[in-house]
């Protein structure tokens, strides 16, 4: 059964960086698209960002493009989010799950196309 747990956050300064690592268990990730998702207090939950099992596809929300940026090392069984020019308005628990979606709705990042989610990691930006 797979599990993943994200790690990495923290608290920054505004325009600070961050790298969120989603670390997986019980299966080869290999076989895993993953996304990445954030809530912060008093909002609903949004996609963030998502791999493909290879890393060759790739999708970012609006708000953080040109600032993220997703990987992977299948080796490591890791997925990593790296977030540069961070604002406060990033400031949210961050969830990694896996994608049970159809291959026709790849690349999406609505979290109902996902599953396993992880218990999330804090990220704290302050101004």
């Known amino acids: 059964q797979l599990q993943l747990v994200e790690s990495g956050g923290g608290l920054v300064h505004s325009g600070g960086s961050l790298q969120l690592s989603c670390v997986a268990s019980g299966y080869p990730l290999d076989y895993v698209s993953i996304g990445w998702f954030r809530q912060a207090p008093g909002k609903e939950r949004e996609g963030v960002s998502c791999?493909?099992?290879?890393?060759?596809?790739?999708d970012y929300a609006d708000s953080v493009k040109g600032r993220f940026s997703v990987s992977r090392d299948n080796a490591k069984n890791t997925v990593t989010l790296l977030m540069n020019n961070l604002t406060p308005e990033d400031t949210a628990v961050y969830y990694c799950?896996?994608?049970?979606?159809?291959?026709?709705?790849?690349?999406?990042?609505?979290?109902?196309?996902?599953?396993?989610w992880g218990q999330g990691t804090q990220v704290t930006v302050s101004s």
């Open positions: 799950a896996r994608f049970v979606g159809s291959a026709s709705s790849w690349p999406t990042l609505s979290d109902r196309e996902y599953d396993a």
């Open positions: 791999i493909s099992m290879s890393g060759r596809s790739t």
